[in-house]
């Protein structure tokens, strides 16, 4: 039992790095942005290389989430910058496309096997709580994806450039007439965004292993975790992966064979009473 | 005769007259061409006349697929009786679904259908007694017409039945998008909110749009199943009803033949680029995203706003 809910709480601190960027993309840039799961094979993928270059798992959660970001940056002021006056369904193939190039700019580079990671030596082996055995590196992941849920809300809600992004979120015209600098503001969340998509890649790797198709995997899972929290929303986000989590590992445990189908009955029963997700507003 | 008829004049003969001039391989990809450009056309009622973005659509034609490889293979009628049961499974599933997922819009309806596409993915994944899992169903056979009647197992002849099916589709779905309920649909697509104000609930228009083209999606998968010889869970995955948005986007959102040609330029230039090379998608996905960029209209809307310049 108490397994079971550190396997969902792990879970959901997975699906809470991918999808509170790609809820936070859609509040800022109103955009779904479809290649954010790709970010996080990526960040998977760039973990690998920076493990075996520097030999050490830490400089990978440091280094990655900034090349990760770096490159989304780039990738948002050079290609949807460009389409924000469209209709919405530009956006969504817009990131479709850069999805499959980068995907397949993976599979050039790295080949198609999959490759692991070592958790570091201290992360090894397991931790004794009561009379259950669990894997250290496992709580770490819930650790990490509580104090980055930590982080992003206090940054949103207690600094000054919270303070903008917030604005641009609400009425993004009336933000650029006070001031703000929303190209720049998108530019950057968008950068954001990846770097925690990035994370999320590093901190996975060394249980799922670096593999060609978890960015489709995970962002299935987490576009389902937004719609039940909402999009836009921080909160959203860690209760749709919370949900998400628990009705996966749960289902995974009692119902092997329709773990997945568990998911989505979930989701359609809140989406029965709230068409806008839990924590969402009706457009 | 108006330049868009003899277009379409033109388009009917070379139709008419490839089987006697196209190579073997040649005439089996287009036969691929115009069954994947049902796909793309269905999708188009939905997408490019109601402003719905399905990402899901795959689903339906992967359950005509199915439908249609059962039905062939365990009672061997003619193929227009699979074809039909193709078309009406995908329709019985999409009603539900459409049910569902028209309660939402915008982003929310896409990420729904996808959703509820993968859970369909899913099952025909596990169910293996039925579908036969990951190696989906093999030896589906091409049977007659009609009781008694020619066989299809021909290329030609079945290129003929595939041609017939599309040019078909094509009529309906132009009587469709110019009756009034499709002109209800596009005025859901230019405005939702001054539609409901006129005193009118979009959902019911939704709902049957989402039904009625994925019946079509079924029958393009109906006559996928027979043709390639099998069914397999590919067919109903993300990647596929992806692939049918870049198509419909290609060649031209909202104008029916457009997706058509996209599809067929879409399939011509992953043909061409794979016999360069294994990573044709690094490419596909660059000129996609210059088309998003530069070329919003798509082959036959940018092809339209030259002409109206000239």
Sequence with gaps: MVEQLLNALTLAGLLFLVSAGLSLVFGILRVVNFAHGVFYMLGAYLGFTTVALSGAFWPALVVVPLVVGTLGTLIESSTLRFIYRRPPLYQLLLTFGLALILEEGIRILYGPTAKGIDPPAYLEGAVRLGSLQYPRYRLFVVALGLVVAAAVWLFLRKTRAGLVIRAVAQNSEMADCLGADVARVRTLVFGAACALAGLGGVAAAPMTTAYLGMGIGVIVDAFVVVVIGGLGSIGGSMAGSLIVGAAQTWGAFYLPETAMVIMYAVMGAILIFRPWGLFGEPE | ?310
């Design chain 2, 1 to 310: 005769m108006s330049p868009a008829r003899a277009l379409s004049a033109a388009a009917l003969a070379a139709l008419a007259i490839a089987p006697w001039v196209a190579a073997r391989y040649q005439l089996s990809l287009l036969t691929d061409l115009l069954i994947y450009g049902l796909f793309a056309l269905s999708l188009d009622l939905i997408m490019g006349y109601t402003g719905m973005v399905s990402f899901g659509h795959a689903a339906y034609f992967g359950l005509g697929a199915y439908a249609s490889a059962l039905v062939l293979i365990h009672f061997a009628p003619p193929v227009p009786v699979a074809l039909l049961a193709g078309a009406l499974l995908a329709g019985a599933v999409a009603l539900p679904i459409g049910w569902f997922s028209t309660r939402a819009t915008g982003i929310y309806f896409a990420m729904l259908t996808l959703a509820f596409a993968q859970l369909l993915y899913t099952v025909a994944y596990k169910w293996r007694d039925l579908t036969g899992g990951s190696d989906g169903i093999a030896g589906v056979p091409k049977t007659d017409l009609f009781w008694g009647g020619p066989s299809l197992a021909s290329p030609r002849a079945f290129y003929f039945l595939v041609a017939a099916c599309v040019v078909l589709s094509l009529v309906l779905c132009r009587a469709v998008v110019r009756s009034p309920f499709g002109r209800a649909l596009q005025a859901i697509r230019e405005n939702e909110r001054r539609f409901t104000s006129l005193g009118r609930d979009p959902r019911p228009f939704k709902l049957a749009v989402f039904v009625i083209a994925a019946v079509f999606a079924g029958l393009a998968g109906a006559l996928f199943a027979p043709f390639r010889g099998f069914a397999s869970p590919e067919v109903m995955f993300w990647v596929f009803s992806g692939q049918g948005l870049m198509m419909v986007l290609m060649g031209g959102l909202g104008t029916l033949v457009g997706p058509i040609l996209g599809a067929m330029v879409f399939i011509l230039i992953q043909e061409v680029l794979s016999s360069y090379t294994e990573h044709w998608m690094i490419f596909t996905g660059a000129v996609f995203v210059l088309m998003v960029i530069f070329l919003p209209g798509g082959l036959v809307g940018t092809a339209r706003r030259l002409r109206a310049r000239a």
